[in-house]
């Protein structure tokens, strides 16, 4: 974090990234003194409500986040950074986002959580697009133009009031990762809950086992009679009950509970009643020790794919056995009707011996209302990260068995291809790893 003082004094000459966050009511004059240097800026959490015009002379700026500000209009001098690849106003206060006002150099741009209505038909124009957000609006429908957004890979329209997807939408030749939970268009009615009831009283917290956007996840014991079903030891998640970047967290609960037990899942035990604060949560069966990420998050630079310490090597057993599993935990979710939307290595836990774990439903949607030909396409969708997957892993094959791993290199550009339906489904896949695992 940087000060003003350092900023107005000429501390900051030449630097590439500035962070303030100390109740800007405008962008401070001397930024103008980084044109030519400045890349990052991060303006998050302050007063602003507009940008000056001379933003466009920051020529090298390629980030910009202006999240928790009360913007109420999108700023359109951004339009004319022509570095400007990622761009991030969550939490605040915009309902327009203006013609021309998105750069075309845009890559990421994130919009989550705010009362926009319509977007801009000049988002066609932003051929670079790769990731999307946009839940927690009011959008009621997509404009066609974004159908030139031909690089588009993952999308986040939860929690809106879209009574339609649009049929360009299950085209794009890139699309892997959707969230559409939600919106009329899903017209899902709610789960019979048949989850077993553990009251907030019998659990005894132990420690914090990590947070996400949707909720808090804690280590906790459940004081009852303890069988193999039914363990002592388990994970609670208690919901925030704000919406996310995926949507809102009552559809992630929702779809937690339409997954149902696979071998490759985290198994839902029952949900929390008597919370003191009336907050949802589930408990989860403990993942035990020896389980490990399989994948980081994606960057800022890789967008949308996952990344992989360096150093990592798979062999081909191990990429053959976690993929297996994975295969068939996303043919069981999408004969549950579930899209799970988030399909990465970052969300799959492995132990050494290669078994897989796949969880966070954060960006599911159930689609069983929907009409059988765009259920086909919806789980194409899904293949086709699924596929990034398999890219993934076989890049870090151990070098020796390259030679070894051709079936499943002609399964990674299957799943691949351009054209959704010329993608396998997910029994497919899954069969065709289980008869190469063994």
């Not at 029952?270 to 399989?294: D, E, S, W």
């Not at 969300?347 to 599911?364: E, I, R, S």
Request: net charge negative; glycine share 8%.
């Amino acid at each position: 974090m940087h000060t003003l003082h350092q900023l107005e004094s000429g501390q900051l000459k030449g630097t590439k990234t500035l962070k303030l966050s100390c109740g800007l009511t405008h962008l401070p004059q001397e930024t103008r003194t980084l044109a030519q240097t400045l890349e990052v800026l991060d303006l998050s959490g302050n007063q602003l409500t507009a940008l000056p015009d001379w933003m466009a002379e920051l020529t090298n700026l390629r980030i910009l986040f202006c999240s928790n500000n009360p913007f109420t209009t999108f700023p359109a001098v951004l339009g004319q950074c022509p570095k400007l690849e990622m761009i991030g106003f969550k939490a605040c206060r915009l309902t327009t986002v203006p013609e021309g006002a998105l750069p075309p150099s845009l890559r990421w741009l994130t919009l989550t959580d705010n009362q926009i209505t319509q977007l801009p038909a000049s988002i066609g124009q932003c051929t670079r697009l790769q990731k999307c957000l946009l839940a927690g609006n009011r959008l009621t429908r997509l404009p066609a133009e974004m159908a030139q957004c031909q690089h588009l890979e993952l999308l986040r329209i939860s929690a809106n009031h879209l009574t339609a997807l649009p049929d360009w939408l299950f085209s794009l030749p890139r699309l892997s990762w959707l969230a559409f939970a939600g919106n009329p268009c899903q017209n899902a009615q709610p789960l019979q809950e048949h989850l077993l009831e553990i009251s907030w009283e019998e659990l005894t917290f132990e420690e914090q086992l990590g947070e996400g956007a949707s909720g808090i996840i804690s280590r906790a014991r459940w004081h009852h009679k303890p069988t193999e079903q039914l363990p002592a030891q388990v994970a609670v998640k208690v919901f925030k009950g704000e919406v996310t970047s995926d949507g809102f967290p009552q559809d992630e609960r929702q779809a937690c509970m339409a997954a149902g037990d696979h071998p490759n899942l985290v198994q839902v035990l029952g949900k929390i009643t008597q919370h003191p604060a009336q907050k949802q949560g589930l408990v989860f069966r403990l993942i035990p020790q020896g389980y490990r990420n399989l994948g980081g998050s994606p960057s800022f630079e890789t967008c949308t794919r996952d990344v992989f310490a360096a150093g990592t090597a798979f062999s081909l057993q191990e990429v053959l056995k976690i993929t297996s599993g994975i295969g068939a935990a996303a043919a069981h979710l999408h004969a549950r009707h579930l899209l799970h939307g988030d399909l990465y290595a970052h969300n799959t836990l492995v132990d050494d011996t290669g078994h897989a774990l796949f969880g966070d439903f954060g960006a599911a949607t159930l689609y069983k209302n929907l009409s059988t030909e765009q259920a086909a396409l919806l789980e194409r969708i899904e293949v086709r990260a699924f596929g990034y997957l398999l890219e993934d892993l076989l890049t870090h094959l151990a070098p020796a068995e390259v030679s070894q791993a051709q079936a499943l290199f002609q399964l990674q550009q299957a799943c691949l291809q351009p054209e959704p339906l010329a993608r396998p489904g997910f029994a497919t896949i899954s069969a065709v790893l289980g008869a190469l695992a063994g």
